[in-house]
């Protein structure tokens, strides 16, 4: 006989049948019929109905049938809450078992079973299992205490166990600790501010113990919790670490991992001089390379923490490069994460090992690895200098095989390697040009084109080569597209005689025939900066290009720390702090590296450009935001710049074509007259910020209109402004430039309403690299949020989302943020919310302060701006006279409030329209005595009314204002608002 | 923290579901299999993850075993406990398979639930669990030609199981129990080899990764020794080490059942060359036809030998077909279009010799550059008897003396893992 009948199908009546088996009096059929039963459940069936007579089956001395009958009990007390009771009594009784087996049992069932009202019943069992004098039953509690806080936290605070638990640290059996420390390291999780684990150097102390003594997975949950102390000093920090590290050549590779995460966090806080960090830098390699030899599964998982550590410390792994070679029966993600820890390695010390590996790779069948190894081999040109000769000489081997996989990747990098070593390699050209016809991939075909662009001085032919292109144009994709458009102006600058028919052909194609505004707004500047002042265009097309970075692919330095304190876990694989991909608050407690003891917080562990990016201060732009919305909106005061004005009339004009799409064709018509485009005496700036697509491949080529037209006018604005630029690209630059852009679009804006400059409501500083900013508008009746999302980081951003508070006036977002496509590193994109005034309610101090969150696939950011209350104001604010007149006297005069507006040189009518255009209406004027009295309405989204009275006096700037509402905490808002109108 | 375990069959039926913290429903199990079936080969499939919930499996003797968590846990923690489990329900019940599992789900219940408590797993020491098992195994059949799980021993999937009975080892540990008298020992050498050759007949890279494996039917205690030299090595928790530096003796007292005590590596320098060595000539003739004549020598000792080897050569794109001289008739070769390749079988292959093959290849179109586009040829062997390290269980020795009568094994092999000659 076996188990297997019980897996056979329902039958009719099988609950009947199992229940006349239950009431058997043998206790073989009892627990034959259990078996079926809980069989029945594995399967998914619903066999609750037995509840009653499993429950009957539990008072036995059979151990073999009571555990069954537990299993069925965790399955389905929740559904029958009542019943559960009927089996306390059994509970409570089996933890007084003289057996500790079953003392365990029933107090780790007991816990299982989530019903609120068995919590009262469990608490006097578990409080003497706690106490119990076996180790094992002590142990089973330990965890209880977590299941019990889980389902009612409060009744574990009153009834103290925490205490028991904590006292449970000190127990004697190393298994009880571990499982202590397991229990409170969870609860403590849930109270991020309590002291739940007080980590003391006694404690920890008595973990150290209990760490040579317990299972190994308790080893996890005590190298775990060690991992969150902060050692006071270097020297305890040596201790740990020399108590640690035997856990390295443990079989099991969870403690492995667990030990190294603590090791590299304690290094840390280790002067880099001392002998001890050099020789726990020798004993973290062997353990890690041995993770490799493991099952694909855990390679994988090793490979991805590998990676981490090697950002942070390569010199670890420095000699073990050939570990990461790949095998050729590794499956292609082991692979993939091989090759990218193997570039990560490469210095000038093994570059001739890698490369020839690299080459083997690239004769491979699987056609993304092949790939992924002619970009390595480009990679490895970058970064290390000595080697890119020989890079190239591969490269150039490789495009001989005439396999067009490959010969389009070796484009590909190898025009990244003209980026980085200009006026080096160029004599490969002629072989790369006799590719051209195979190249079918818009990479390759954009790399190609911008190779012989750049190089068209020496390219006898490359008129020939580009018009081929042209033929297809609209065929081609955007980046293909943009890139011959550069391409195409740059050989006309080069070769002006033979090449006005190509520009002009280009010219119109992107301007006039296409309904990409990228596209178009590149095609308009390249025209525009031809037509009235080639020079400048030659120095602003053909401009130096910042070399590119050495290591494109860096975790953001901040995002690694984090992550390299959650080595080990599923942060590491998938390389995004916990809080991305772990609900609610237990993820949100962002994990810091502790500082080195030694040099403190200033040292910055990678030098270069990455480190660089995060640190520059990016309050910085905003400053030069507001100087130039100043200038566009005030009376442009010259004293700033070195340049005429117009510039920035024309950055704001370009801009305005983007947002008026359908007036392009008009703007079109007067190409005859373009406007004035100085760029005399400030050049030399502008031409130094990249604004060539064929960049390090995270540089996206949409936004390169934007850049070029705030470029221009940047450029022409500040002359006097930043004198060294950024030499690589900088991303709160070119974030600047797009702030820039835009406020020339909200200018140029035909309704002449009054828009701020955008604010940074969020900096990039304290949200991963994301900028967020903004301005609060209102267009025919609708408010609006405009928003630049600004992506500083050295990742995609994606799955935007945003979210606001409850706030005084109910402001929520009418639809959920349009950003549709990822936003890659140094990309800007611009996202108009509107907002509807239906969402729920909250007074709000300020008044008209707004919380927001936003989403992306990194994290979740929160920050706080204010809007101008005028949002508020709606067109029909218009009050009949007569009410208007009734109104003001019904409002008790304790609901009036005065203010003086200083230093307004407007007359009452200048004011009044002015006003107006807010949506604060005048009904009535009255002149008393030379003194001007408006009489004015405006009525709130939410249906408030105020009322005012504006008195201007002839020749007196001091205005005076009464304000009558029957909701006086606006008062103070509106009266700002009057001020921040009238004064503009 | 473990949220859920279950063990599905590879057509997706629940075979065992247990959840441990009330955190998701058992819908998951069919989401869970929706996306591993979906998964496409150079997707990594250890971890998915649906919403907050992250699955994390591992494939053990047909059947899925996944574990389910929703906290930021560590993976390689749930890797090794599922694969511990796996071999834990392999101990207890006799072998891994559907139907072992299926028949034995009380037992199995029984086990998670010592196991792991509220997500936090406690031991998988079988010998401190048998203290708490209650329910016996259910034994599927004992040995059937058409059960071929039962015929791969224990961790290496040998073919040649004269050594010991083949079904000696494939029995639940708590058998053992009633067994009384019979104890038996098998201890195994495992190792796998990775070596790279490059085209000029260079070494570039040897590595060798060994394990021993120690599976136990004995009532109580018992030690062993190894003498070894060994660049990294680790150790099971039940190895004492005392006397392992002095005189390279491991002591052990191995739980009841299978378990890996000593995991090492040696890289570089063998104490013997690597056992195969290609001289490939490889041309065009006039007829636009690809000759690759690829003589392939054995340079294991004379008395040892190669079976299974398994040569494969990547052939240029275009080709079309093959036409073949070998040099003995049990050999045999074919060119399989879907890999690109040329592979060659060799059943038998003595220590000492050399064999031939000339391979003539049709292509319809070759690239302008063939002759890059052959190679690498990559061996798959299988060399029993044989520890490629050279390493070698001097003694095994019970202590204390056990009464009755005890037998021990002890067998070598060394798989390939990934030989590699360039040419």
């Known amino acids: 006989m076996t188990d297997s009948k019980y897996f056979t199908t329902t039958k009719k009546g099988e609950i009947f049948e199992l229940k006349a088996e239950l009431n058997s009096d043998k206790k073989e059929k009892k627990k034959e019929a259990v078996k079926k039963v809980i069989a029945s459940m594995t399967v998914g069936k619903d066999v609750s109905a037995l509840f009653p007579d499993v429950v009957n089956c539990m008072q036995t001395d059979n151990l073999e049938l009571k555990k069954l009958v537990y299993l069925y009990l965790m399955n389905y007390a929740k559904s029958q809450p009542d019943m559960a009771i009927m089996a306390v009594n059994t509970f409570v009784k089996d933890c007084e078992d003289p057996n500790p087996l079953i003392r365990a049992l029933a107090v780790r069932t007991m816990g299982c079973i989530r019903v609120d009202k068995i919590t009262e019943y469990l608490c006097e069992p578990l409080r003497k299992c706690l106490k119990d004098e076996d180790p094992y039953v002590r142990k089973t509690a330990a965890v209880c205490v977590a299941k019990l806080h889980d389902i009612n936290a409060q009744l574990v605070e009153d009834q103290g166990f925490l205490d028991t638990l904590k006292d449970l640290i000190s127990d004697s059996n190393p298994m009880v600790v571990a499982n202590a420390v397991a229990a409170l390291s969870e609860i403590a999780e849930s ?246 016809d195979s190249l079918d991939e818009p990479e390759a075909r954009a790399a190609m084109i911008w190779i012989v662009g750049e190089y068209a001085e020496r390219i006898d032919n490359a008129d020939e080569l580009l018009e081929s292109f042209l033929e297809g144009f609209h065929d081609e994709s955007t980046q293909v597209q943009l890139q011959l458009l550069t391409a195409i102006v740059k050989l006309f600058l080069k070769k002006p005689t033979e090449t006005q028919e190509l520009v002009q052909q280009v010219l119109s194609l992107a301007t006039q025939d296409s309904d990409n505004p990228d596209l178009r707004d590149r095609g308009y500047i390249y025209w ?170 995270d540089y996206s080529p949409t936004e390169l209109g934007g850049d070029i037209g705030g470029n221009s006018a940047m450029g022409a604005a500040f002359g006097a402004a930043p004198a060294s630029m950024p030499t690589s690209f900088n991303a709160p630059v070119s974030g600047g430039l797009d702030d820039l852009f835009d406020l020339g679009g909200g200018v140029g804006m035909p309704m002449g309403a009054l828009n701020p400059p955008k604010a940074v409501w969020l900096p990039a500083m304290k949200a991963k690299g994301l900028e967020i900013s903004g301005v609060f508008v209102r267009r025919a009746g609708v408010i609006q949020m405009e928003m630049t999302l600004t992506n500083k980081a050295m990742s995609v951003m994606s799955d935007f989302a945003i979210q606001f508070n409850r706030n005084s006036f109910g402001l929520a977002p009418a639809g959920p943020l349009q950003i549709l496509t990822p936003l890659s590193p140094n990309q800007s994109i611009e996202a108009a919310l509107p907002l509807s005034t239906v969402g729920p309610v909250m007074k709000m101090d300020p008044l008209n302060n707004l919380q927001v969150a936003v989403k992306n696939n990194i994290d979740v950011f929160y920050f706080s701006c204010q809007y101008p209350i005028s949002m508020l104001f709606v067109e029909d604010g218009k009050m009949e006279r007569q009410v208007f007149l009734a109104t003001w006297k019904d409002i008790p005069n304790d609901n009036e409030s005065q203010f003086q507006i200083k230093d307004c040189h407007l007359n009452s009518e200048a004011a009044s329209n002015k006003l107006q255009s807010s949506n604060i209406f005048t009904i009535a004027k009255r002149t008393v005595e030379g003194q001007d009295m408006l009489y004015q309405s405006m009525k709130l989204a939410n249906g408030i009314w105020v009322l005012a009275e504006l008195r201007v006096q002839a020749g007196n700037p001091n205005y005076t204002i009464s304000l009558k509402c029957r909701a006086p905490e606006v008062s103070q808002s509106v009266f700002q608002n009057y001020e921040a109108v009238l004064k503009n | 923290m473990i949220s859920q375990v279950f063990i599905l069959s590879s057509q997706g039926d629940h075979l065992i579901y247990k959840d441990f913290r009330g955190e998701a429903g058992s819908d998951v199990v069919g989401v869970f299999y929706e996306k591993v079936t979906a998964l496409t080969g150079d997707q990594p499939p250890v971890v998915m993850s649906r919403g907050d919930l992250h699955f994390v499996h591992v494939r053990q003797g047909g059947l899925y075993w996944v574990a389910t968590t929703t906290a930021d846990s560590s993976p390689f923690t749930v890797i090794e406990f599922l694969n511990r489990l796996a071999a834990l329900v392999k101990d207890y019940c006799g072998s891994l398979s559907e139907k072992s599992v299926q028949v034995n789900f009380a037992l199995i219940y029984e086990l998670l639930d010592e196991v792991v408590d509220y997500g936090y797993i406690q031991t998988t020491s079988s010998d401190v669990l048998k203290n708490f098992i209650q329910t016996e195994a259910v034994c599927s059949k004992p040995f059937s030609l058409f059960d071929l799980t039962n015929v791969g021993l224990f961790g290496a999937e040998t073919q040649q199981s004269k050594v010991a009975p083949s079904s000696a080892a494939t029995r639940p540990v708590q058998s053992s129990r009633e067994q009384g008298g019979k104890s038996e020992i098998f201890v195994d050498v495992i190792e796998r080899m990775s070596v790279v050759i490059g085209s000029d007949g260079v070494v570039m890279k040897t590595d060798v990764e060994g394990e021993i494996r120690v599976k136990c039917f004995m009532p109580s205690c018992s030690g062993y020794g190894a003498s070894v030299r060994v660049d990294e090595c680790s150790f099971h928790e039940a190895v004492r080490l005392d006397e392992f530096n002095s005189s390279r003796i491991l002591r052990l007292c191995p739980s009841q059942g299978e378990q890996t005590v000593m995991q090492y590596q040696l890289s570089d320098e063998l104490p013997s060359a690597p056992p195969f060595r290609l001289h490939p000539t490889i041309e065009r003739d006039s007829g636009g036809r690809l000759l690759m004549y690829l003589k392939l020598r054995c340079d294991l000792p004379p008395k040892s030998a190669a079976i299974n080897v398994c040569v494969t050569v990547p052939v240029p794109r275009g080709s079309v077909s093959v036409s073949q001289e070998l040099s003995s008739p049990d050999q045999s070769a074919e060119l399989k279009l879907q890999s690109r390749a040329i592979e060659w079988n060799i059943p038998r292959f003595a220590g000492g010799t050399q064999l031939s093959a000339l391979f003539k290849l049709d292509a319809s179109a070759l690239g302008p550059a063939p002759l890059l586009e052959v190679g690498p040829v990559v061996l798959a062997f299988e060399l029993p008897q044989l520890a490629v390290t050279g390493l070698q269980i001097r003694f095994l020795r019970l202590s204390p003396v056990q009464p009755g009568p005890s037998q021990r094994w002890i067998r070598y092999v060394t798989h390939s893992d990934s030989y590699v000659i360039r040419v």
């Not at chain 1, 070399?547 to 390299?564: A, Q, V």
């Open chain 1, 528 to 697: 525009r900066l031809l037509s009235t002042d080639p020079v400048a265009a030659k120095e602003v097309v053909l401009a130096e290009k910042p070399l590119i970075s050495e290591e494109t692919d860096l975790i953001e330095p901040t995002l690694l720390e984090e992550l390299i304190c959650h080595i080990g876990t599923l942060a590491s694989v998938y390389h995004k702090p916990p809080s991305a991909f772990v609900e609610g608050s237990r993820g949100v407690q962002h994990k810091r590296l502790p500082g080195s003891a030694g040099s403190g917080e200033s040292e910055s562990p990678d030098p270069g450009s990455a480190a660089g990016v995060t640190e520059a201060p990016p309050a910085v732009i905003p400053s030069q935001g507001d100087l130039l919305g100043d200038l566009l909106n005030l009376d442009l005061t010259p004293t700033t710049t070195t340049g005429p004005p117009p510039p920035a009339s024309s950055g704001m004009q370009m801009g305005a074509m983007d947002l008026l799409g359908g007036g392009l064709d008009s703007l079109m018509g007067d190409e005859s007259e373009p406007p004035p485009i100085p760029l005399r005496t400030d050049t030399r700036q502008s031409p130094r910020l990249p604004h060539q697509s064929p960049s390090p491949p």
């Open chain 1, 191 to 436: 109270h991020p501010n309590s002291n739940l684990l007080d980590l003391n150097p006694q404690t920890i102390n008595k973990l150290l113990t209990a760490l040579n003594e317990c299972t190994e997975w308790g080893q996890i949950f005590i190298l775990d919790c060690l991992a969150n102390y902060t050692p006071r000093d270097d020297r305890e920090s040596q201790s740990i670490c020399e108590r640690v590290t035997p856990r390295l050549s443990h079989a099991n590779s969870a403690v492995v991992l667990s030990a190294v995460k603590v090791l590299m966090k304690f290094m840390e806080m280790l002067p880099k001089d001392l002998d001890y960090y050099g020789t726990l830098l020798k004993k973290l390699a062997p353990p890690l390379v041995t993770l490799l030899s493991a099952e694909p599964e855990l390679q994988y998982v090793a490979l991805r923490n590998i990676n981490l550590i090697v950002q942070r410390r390569p010199e670890i792994l420095k000699h073990e490069m050939k570990v990461f070679f790949v095998k050729y029966n590794d499956p292609i993600y082991v692979k993939l994460e091989k090759l990218d820890i193997m570039i990560r390695l490469a210095s000038q010390a093994n570059i001739a090992q890698v490369l020839a590996e690299l080459k083997e790779y690239a004769t491979e069948v699987d056609v993304d690895f092949v790939r992924k190894a002619v970009r390595a081999i480009g990679r490895c040109a970058i970064k290390v200098e000595q080697s890119a000769e020989r890079c190239v000489s591969t490269l150039l081997d490789l495009i001989q095989t005439k396999v067009n996989y490959v010969v389009q990747e070796a484009i590909v990098v190898i025009k990244d390697i003209f980026r980085k070593y200009p006026n080096k390699y160029e004599s490969v050209i002629a072989t790369l040009c006799e590719n051209l």
